[in-house]
Each structure stands twice: as C-alpha cells, then as structure tokens.
C-alpha cells in the first residue's frame, strides 16, 4: 500500500507539473502563442495593443488642382499601410473642395461620418455647427502645433482649440513668362513690383494680331470658383483684411475692399489687359502654359503642373503690392471626425502624424507644388536641395510672412458664394464695385447676425 500510495503521489505531482507548463505557455510569460504574435507585430513595425484587430480608414480627399495628386496619395497610404500593417487607409476621391465638403456633410447628417478628410481651412466654423468635428487640441503636443507656419494655425483655430492640422496648403503667387518679357523689352528677371508696374507690363505684354483681335493677354486672373480669394488679396494688399478671426463678421464694403475691386474690373474693362467677362479657374493655367496670357494669378498648388508642363523659361513673385504685399492663405486640412469608433480616431491621429513628418512634407511640396506648412521642411536636405535647383519654389514659402487668414465663416457656403456672385456681376459691369460690395455686406450680415453675441 506504501508503494502505491507513493505512486500516486508522483503522478499527481507530474499531472500538476504539466498543467501549470500549459498554462503558462499560452498566458503567462508570453513564450508560445503570446511571443510569437508579439514577435510578428514587432517584425511588422507595430507593437500596439490597438492594432491587434484590423482597421480601415475612409479618407475623402478633393482634387482641385492639376498633376497626378491622386497617385501621390494612393502611395502615400500604400506607405503608411507597410509602416502599420493592421490599418488600411481607403481614400474617396470626391471631385472638387465643394463637392467633397457636400459629400462629408451629406455623410455625416446620415451617421455614417467619415474617419478623416482634406476640406477647406474655411470650412472649420460650418463643421463645428454640424458638430462634425473631434478636438484635436488634447491629440497633439503645443511643440506639434507650434512646428506649422503661424498663418497656416490660423484657420485651424476656434479660440484656443484646434480642430484640424495644415495639410495641402497655398498662398496666391504672380506666374509670368520670361520669353514674353524679353519679347516685350521688360527684365525677364523683374517681375511686377506694385500695381502701377503690373498694369504697365501686362500693358506690353498684350499683344494683337493684324485684325486687331488679342492673340496674347498681358494678365489673366481667374474670376470663378475662388474670384473672392483674387479679391482678398487685392485687399489685403490695399491694408484691410476682410473677416474677423471668430466666423461672425465681414468687412465687404470697406474702402480698401472697394479700391481692390475696383482695380480688379478695371483690369479687363477700362485697361484692356485682361480678358473681360468670366474666366474659369481651371482654364487660366492652360492658358498660361499655352501661351494664351504672358502673366497670372494663381495658386502656388499648381506649380509643379506648371514645372512639368511649360515649355517656356517662366518665374514666380509675390503678388504686386498696393500698399503692401498680400495674399490670403489657402488649400485643405485635416479634419478627424467625431461620430467614430475611438480607436479609429486614434488611427486617424497615427495616419495624420506621419503625412506630416518634415520628409514627407517637402516631397509633397515637390510634387504638388504646395507650400511646406513647416519650417522643418524646408530644412530638409530634400527641399534645400530642390529649392536650390529651382528657386521659383521658395516664393509662396518667402511670402508667408505677409499672409493672412482666408475668409472664413460661420455659413461659409452661403456668404462665400454669394461674395463670388457679386464680385463676377461687378466683373461683367452688371453692378459697380460699390453697388456688389454693399448687396455683399448686407447678405453677410443677415446670415451671420445670429452668430453674434
């Protein structure tokens, strides 16, 4: 019985043995099914818990200007996707900023909000009345934000919040031809200065044939689509912006804004240097890069198409100054959505994060033509040497310190298209400058009345 009872004892002891090496192995010091997978994500470059279970991100991105922004993305994301295995960013493309803006909206008013998406810096104050947006303020560090150029923060802010990150962002910049100009007789190294010299040259650069018909403009300046950012710039060249900087006030019918207006008809109707009537936003690169107009106003996001396409030695300058130089800022953010999974948004962050690395800044910059929104771009060795090999890239960058905040309001839809009716009405003489301000003013005034305190 000695012996039997021994036997048992050891056998239980060996049956306990192996129950506790099971155990372990699967839940206790991570050797066997726990390491391995650990191990597996660490090879893969993430080690987070969030990461265990597969994500996928819907990412509405606009398309507004030339170039083949749409495969830049699709890497962008295939990229970020190598970098983070478990989650897939899907980017919808959307057709123009309005389109996308209708889109998001539309999404967001049926509960099925996207996780991220590109739309206008202006379109903050008409989401934040949506309650579209997550606070983005808590998500990053101060040094984050403070790592953007300041005229870029400040359409990403409703007093001390910010709601989304500068992403693909322009400012307006003089484009002109330096064959023409040497045609011409002007210093194809001289462009514009102020007004007076930009309606001279444009003056000489305006050529016709025997007929007596135009074959080459001396300026064009696009008059739909985004006539109110054209006119913003006129004005803030003129020494008045035309907001305020909470969304509940306009400034439409200053003097400075009518002196700008005035300027801008004049252009085509009194000077002849510029097509009258409408000028689509799309058509004025073409023309530039056809040969059509020796000069243009136009987003710096359209540089690279420029680069790629002209086949003249062209330049880039500030806009002319009035009484000092100007331009609105411009282009898309970021913007996370509120009505999503939390660990979604915490993959948004992650996505935003790394589309916002100095590297991937400046190859943006170079292939879009988009203006670096951080210094720490431009000290990249990518942009300093691409800089340095074209030079035309560092003007919108240079004339960031004369930018200011885009108009920008509560109803943004509604005051913005309104502006532009008007603004187009004045350009094809169905009112005067002063007669589209004051209808301006008053409309903006009795949408946003609401808004103020």
Known sequence: MKKLSLVIMVWMLLLTAC????????????????????????SQGSGNAEDEQPIELSFYFPVAVG??????????????????????VKPVYAGSYQDTMTKAATAVQGGNAPDLA????TELYSLLE???????????SEEYFNGFYEAFMS?????????????????????????????????????????DELREFASKLTVKDSSGSVSQWGLEIPSTGYQYWMLQALSLQSGSNIVNNNGTEVYFNKPEVKEALQFYTDLGRKDKVMPEGVLEW?????????????????????????????????GVAYLPANKSYGSPTGGGNLYVFKDIPEERKAAAVKFIEFLTQPERVAQWSIDTGYVGTTEAAYETELLKSYVAGFPQAAVARDQMKYASSELSTYQNGQVTKLFNDNIQSALLGEMTPEEALEKSQQQADDILKKYRK
């Open 19 to 42: 129950s506790s090496g099971g155990q372990q192995g699967a839940a206790g010091n991570g050797n066997s099914v726990a390491s391995a997978d650990q191990s597996g994500k660490e």
């Open 130 to 140: 949506m309650d579209a947006l997550e606070e983005l303020t808590p998500r990053f």
């Open 282 to 314: 799309a058509t004025v690169p073409s023309d530039f890069i056809s040969g059509k107009t020796a000069m243009m106003f136009h987003t710096t996001g359209n540089l690279s198409k420029v680069k790629a396409d002209a086949t003249f030695d062209f």
């Open 67 to 88: 170039g083949p922004i749409t495969s830049f993305i699709d890497k962008l994301a295939a990229d970020f996707h190598q970098e983070n295995p478990s989650i897939t």
């Open 118 to 121: 590109v739309l206008l810096s």
């Open 155 to 195: 359409n990403t802010k409703s007093g001390d919040q910010v709601w989304s990150v500068p992403f693909q962002r322009s400012t307006i910049v003089l484009y002109y031809n330096k064959d023409m100009f040497k045609e011409a007789g002007l210093d194809p190294e001289k462009a514009p200065a102020n007004w």
